[in-house]
């Protein structure tokens, strides 16, 4: 466990692609040998530092203060997955993805794996907000996706533009599946 999440810093920090064992083992204290005992081989790494980033980025959102409505909770979602310890989980699992798109093991294993993980806790996000299950699960694709465009697109666009996106796709969301806050307060 602690070589896992010992790994899985030291690929947040430098990436996936050209990841090597040497510079990995020596940057967390032990051999690639020792890496090797405890994984099957490099992919089985890779993959278990999949696991941990994704599964440390769905503790984060678990962890997040419930939010007041629907549209706050569209907002607090980009600021989680777009600072700090979080952004850098979610660009590793962005590189992932792409990598998994070009049908590269362990990614295209792994990322649909992980997606089930990352998904529910943002699923349960949507439903401390006052969705139902079946529309948060809605709500849950249409965000995903724009986000992971966004992230891709990111060092291209200005702040301010992401913002205002952000800001729209949040309205969207409102628009589409209603506030359930403002409906609970009507009823009041």
């Not at 994704?54 to 989680?80: I, M």
């Not at 990111?154 to 205002?164: N, V």
């Amino acid at each position: 466990l602690e070589l896992a999440e010992a790994a899985t810093d030291y690929a947040i920090a430098h990436g996936l692609i050209g990841l090597s064992l040497r510079p990995l083992a020596v940057s967390i204290g032990t051999s690639d040998r020792m890496l090797l005992y405890h994984f099957r081989d490099k992919d089985d790494l890779v993959a278990t530092i999949l696991r941990t980033a994704v599964a440390r980025s769905a503790q984060n959102l678990r962890q997040l203060s419930a939010p007041r409505d629907l549209r706050s909770a569209v907002l607090q979602l980009w600021r989680a997955v777009s600072s700090g310890p979080q952004e850098r989980c979610q660009r590793l699992y962005v590189e992932a993805a792409a990598l998994g798109l070009f049908g590269r093991e362990p990614y295209a294993t792994t990322v649909p794996e992980t997606n089930a993980e990352w998904a529910a806790a943002v699923t349960a996000h949507f439903q401390r907000a006052g969705l139902g299950r079946a529309a948060a699960r809605q709500a849950t694709v249409l965000v995903d996706a724009t986000f992971m465009g966004l992230q891709l697109d990111e060092r291209f666009d200005t702040p301010s533009k992401l913002r205002r996106t952000v800001a729209d796709l949040a309205d969207a969301v409102v628009a589409r599946w209603g506030d359930p806050a403002s409906a609970h307060a009507g009823k009041a």
